[in-house]
């Protein structure tokens, strides 16, 4: 998977015009959990920063998590800036569906010149105990920036998460 820092880290514009084409990109992964387990981690909100190694802090805003229209607000280092301060992206829930062991997202503001993307989530018993994770993402295009650079990079960042997960459930299984 081909990284592109220098033009995404430090050079995340703003949306361009909508009307045009969603750039859209997913990745998946297989988690040696049941689903159930998996998706206690996942969605919960103050269990972000245990499987997002780039998450210090995620703060409730508005609303009741897990129901839609509950708004957080997430930092750390997702996205350098050139001032060395920490990313923020304040985003709301659009749907959660605890049967179907989904949820989606929705970035309003941030630092990070993302706003407007959609965030999905979806987990899938894969048998044998396991769980198939697919995240799903879809952003505005960027202006002065690449389709493919900004897909690779997001893509990087949420397999990145992805692959924590196993990691995350067993460290909670020691604490309890």
């Known amino acids: 998977m081909k990284i592109v820092t220098d033009k995404v880290s430090f050079f995340i514009p703003r949306a361009v015009e909508t009307g ?31 499987w997002m190694p780039m998450v210090e802090r995620c703060t409730d805003v508005e609303g009741d998590e897990g129901i839609p229209g509950y708004v957080r607000l997430v930092s750390g280092f997702m996205f350098p800036q ?5 990313s923020w992206i304040k985003e709301r829930l659009v749907a959660m569906d605890p049967t179907s062991h989904s949820y989606v997202y929705k970035m309003e503001a941030s630092n ?65």
């Open 20 to 50: 045009q084409r969603k750039w859209q990109g997913s990745v998946s992964g297989i988690v040696d959990s049941p689903l159930d387990q998996v998706w206690t981690i996942v969605s919960q909100t103050k269990r972000l920063s245990e």
């Open 112 to 176: 990070v010149g993302l706003d407007g993307s959609v965030n999905s989530l979806k987990l899938i018993d894969y048998g044998d105990d396991s769980t198939l994770v697919n995240w799903s993402f879809e952003i505005d295009p960027l202006e002065g920036a690449l389709e493919d650079n900004i897909i690779d990079y997001l893509g990087f960042l949420y397999k990145s998460c992805v692959n924590r997960i196993q990691g995350a459930i067993v460290a909670a299984s020691k604490k309890v």
């Open 82 to 86: 050139q001032d060395g301060e920490r």
